[in-house]
């Protein structure tokens, strides 16, 4: 919501104005990366629960905190919103899509609920981005009064609902450290980083914005996808901020080579 107060209703709709950047995006994040998660299930020596939760990952819409790392970096804000709207539009139809592609390549039966799918993606992206992008368009004045307020409110919330989960997991976490989870990990989010990078388009600032995005997905999704495959895994929720972990320290070297080839140019 903090985010859409800030955005305007045509930031929400741009990719779809702009079909070839649409067309992009849905290749990096959408099509590549399954591919790339399912490839490295097969190809790898790692735990089922680490091939799931790549799998799972791979085909998650983007966080509802993803736009702050972007901005900061120099992205267009009218492309990080219609970002966020058209992926996770987009991944209410193709998700069941992928799993079913899925299930007939590994030759074993997912389970899947397009219900939940459609629940999360609404209540924690869709509802409230819409939401603040309403109030800013119908009462201009009072987005102005009170984007400050929810955007300190909402990072209050994260930093209290976030740290005791991350305490309580973090012994499962260090469970999972080790027999090349961490690499493959960190190697998946480096190629999600290159194919953004690559596929982001003529402009500098959104191929940093495509390449962000490939890399960060939506952590909630990823495990209601995971759970559903491992139901009696009580390791998902840790397989996942383990993958928030590793991907918020694999962007860094991007992000500084970033700062710096800005500086060089200027």
């Known amino acids: 919501m903090g985010f859409g107060l800030k955005a305007s209703p045509g930031a929400a709709f741009y990719l779809f104005r702009n079909p070839a950047q649409l ?11 399954p591919l790339v998660g399912i490839s490295m299930a ?14 799972a990952i791979s085909v998650s819409p983007l966080a509802p905190i993803f736009p702050k790392k972007p901005l900061r970096a120099g992205g267009r804000e009218e492309y990080i919103i219609g970002l966020m709207m058209a992926v996770s539009l987009f991944s209410i139809i193709l998700i069941p ?11 074993k039966p997912i389970s899947i609920s397009s219900k939940a799918i459609l629940i999360t993606v609404l209540v924690t992206v869709i509802i409230p981005l819409a939401f603040g992008i309403a109030i800013r ?5 009072l987005s102005e009064k009170i984007t400050n307020v929810v955007a300190r409110i909402a ?3 994260l930093i209290i609902t976030v740290i005791p989960v991350l305490f309580k997991v973090l012994p ?19 190629i999600g980083v290159l194919v953004g990078h690559i596929l982001g388009g003529p402009a ?5 914005v495509l390449a962000l995005a490939t890399a960060t997905r939506h952590p909630a999704i990823a495990i209601t996808l995971a759970s559903a495959n491992l139901p009696d895994h009580k390791l998902v ?7 928030l972990l590793i991907n918020a320290v694999v962007v860094i070297p991007y992000l500084k080579w970033l700062q710096k080839a800005k500086t060089e140019m200027y």
């Open 137 to 141: 368009h119908f009462i201009p004045v």
């Open 172 to 190: 499962s976490i260090l469970q999972l450290i080790g027999n090349g989870t961490v690499l493959a990990i960190a190697a998946f989010v480096g």
């Open 23 to 33: 067309l992009r995006s849905v290749l990096a994040m959408n099509i590549i990366m």
């Open 42 to 55: 097969l190809i790898l020596d790692l735990l089922l629960l680490v091939k799931v939760a790549l799998i």
């Open 155 to 157: 990072q209050v919330i």
């Open 204 to 208: 500098g600032e959104d191929r940093t």
């Open 237 to 243: 929720p840790a397989t996942i901020l383990l993958y």
């Open 97 to 107: 899509i992928t799993m079913e592609l899925i299930e007939k390549i590994a030759h």
